[in-house]
């Protein structure tokens, strides 16, 4: 196995793949493909190993960004068409305001009880809004590393991550308002 | 006290702990004595913790990390015994090279053969990859985001002879552009570079020539070409960190040109429907040879 600075691949890069399998669960919907999807990004770290070099952040943002597009190459290979959820979300967050603009605050809900509703909430969201939402649920990387993962500059990391923000709240409060959860008063 | 709407903007990013040193002060100090923007703050930070669970939530199949460690060491296997392989049909072929130089020798009765071909060397390829690929040197042909059908067609339509084109999008390289240039005097030779989606640092050129060439200093190997094609016969040279695989047909060379190991290469180029390519020659009506 290739090794660098007398570690090998393996010592490296297995040790975060919980991380990387939660990731690409959520963004695969399906443990089957998640697995191959992580599989094929450890595979591709694995041969392109030799090339990398230890940057300021290590071997996790790496990894996350080969996972990242590598999801993104499948989604393209196998031409599928737009789900009408990502469509509406995408309509919903041109609606929503830039980040600067006047920001909504949180709506007032027990968030702690809304697990599941949060899991399909993520799940709507565009890939380009979701996976930034993960990566930043996962609290293991920052924002100039989630800038690192995706290849785009920070200010579009925050814009991005406001955009998803609205929108997880926008749904959530919509399903405690529908199940009366929150008080009439604040709705 | 400042104002909750000069505040609110900050809150988030606040909560993530990620908010630039200058306005963390202020920030602060207006927390003290806001209980509105505090219970804000308090309900991104829950909401960034609902998202955590959401992640968290999913536990790691049971043996996915064995399965891994598997995949992980054949491959580390199947590129040893690859390497082995090619180290010795390298010295067969290098036997067999032996005796063709006797035979092509003044008064061995073939020289003409092995005259014919023009001598390149590896680096003559390093150098054009490092400058048009790694370094993006201006295209002289520009048929980014084409696919490769539309690009193979543009490009003969250009040069009068037809280069070979890829999709190398199941190995997730994108074709970036296209260049005809190269040291060497006496053959034309356009390269089409590509570069990865997944890594975006890693690149592939692909070098096609209007005339045989011959690979200096090279060792061979044996590979598919194309799925379902016969094995052909490949050279194989180094210069510096990059490989050059060089294959020949119709009395033209070809070759692959990247950072990635040989026998990664060998796999790319297995990958390339070059039967295809030869099937589709006589379509263009300036032959491949002019």
Redesign the interface.
């Known amino acids: 196995m290739p090794a660098k600075a007398d570690k090998s691949f393996e010592e490296l890069a297995v040790p975060h793949l919980e991380l990387v399998y939660r990731v690409a669960r959520r963004l695969c919907r399906d443990e089957h493909e998640a697995e191959d999807l992580v599989q094929e990004t450890y595979l591709k770290a694995y041969k392109a190993f030799s090339r990398f070099e230890m940057r300021e952040f290590g071997i996790k943002p790496w990894l996350l960004k080969i996972l990242h597009n590598t999801f993104l190459n499948r989604l393209a290979r196998e031409r599928r068409a737009p789900r009408v959820a990502d469509h509406k979300t995408m309509e919903q967050m041109h609606e929503a305001p830039d980040a600067g603009s006047e920001i909504s605050e949180p709506p007032a809900l027990d968030y702690e009880k809304l697990d599941g509703e949060v899991k399909r909430a993520l799940d709507d969201l565009h890939p380009e809004f979701r996976t930034v939402l993960l990566l930043w649920g996962t609290m293991e990387v920052s924002y100039q590393e989630i800038a690192d993962i995706l290849g785009v500059p920070i200010g579009t990391v925050m814009s991005r991550l406001h955009r998803a923000r609205q929108a997880l709240t926008r749904a959530l409060h919509d399903y405690a308002r529908e199940h009366r959860l929150i008080p009439a008063s604040e709705q | 006290m400042t104002n909750c ?1 000069d505040m ?2 900050h ?3 606040y909560a ?1 702990g ?1 908010l630039a040193a200058e306005l963390r002060a202020p920030v602060e100090a207006h927390l003290a004595e806001c209980q509105k923007c505090r ?2 703050v308090e ?2 930070q ?13 536990a ?2 049971a043996g ?2 064995q ?3 598997q ?2 060491h054949t ?2 296997r199947t590129a040893r015994r690859r390497l082995f392989t090619f180290v010795g049909t390298g010295l067969a072929a290098a036997a067999v090279i032996m005796v063709a130089l006797l035979l092509y020798l003044p008064g061995g009765g073939g020289g003409a053969v092995a005259l014919a071909a023009i001598d390149v060397s590896a680096e003559d390829f390093a150098q054009i990859y490092r400058k048009c690929a790694m370094a993006g040197h201006r295209d002289s042909h520009n048929c980014r985001g084409m696919s490769a059908q539309d690009a193979t067609e543009f490009l003969a339509r250009e040069l009068g002879f037809k280069p070979l084109v890829a999709d190398l ?2 190995h ?1 390289y994108v074709l970036e552009g296209a260049c005809e240039c190269f040291p060497v005097r006496d053959v034309r030779m356009i390269h089409v570079r590509y570069r ?7 690149f592939v050129s692909l070098f096609s020539a209007n005339r045989r060439i011959r690979l200096k200093a090279c060792s061979r190997c044996r590979g598919k070409c194309g799925h379902g094609q016969a094995e052909r016969s490949y050279e194989v040279a180094q210069a510096g960190q990059v490989n050059v695989l060089k294959w020949d047909a119709q009395r033209r060379s070809f070759a692959l040109c990247s ?3 040989q026998e ?1 290469l060998l796999e790319l180029a297995g990958s390339v429907d070059f039967a295809r390519f030869l099937r589709e020659l006589p379509a263009y009506a300036r032959g491949p040879d002019r």
């Open positions: 709407s609110r903007p809150l988030a990013v993530d990620e219970t804000e309900r991104w829950a909401l960034r913790r609902c998202a955590q669970r959401a992640v968290a939530s999913e790691l199949p996915l990390e399965r891994l460690r995949r992980l491959q580390s999008s199941a997730g990865s989606q997944d890594t975006q640092d890693q950072q990635m190991e990664e």
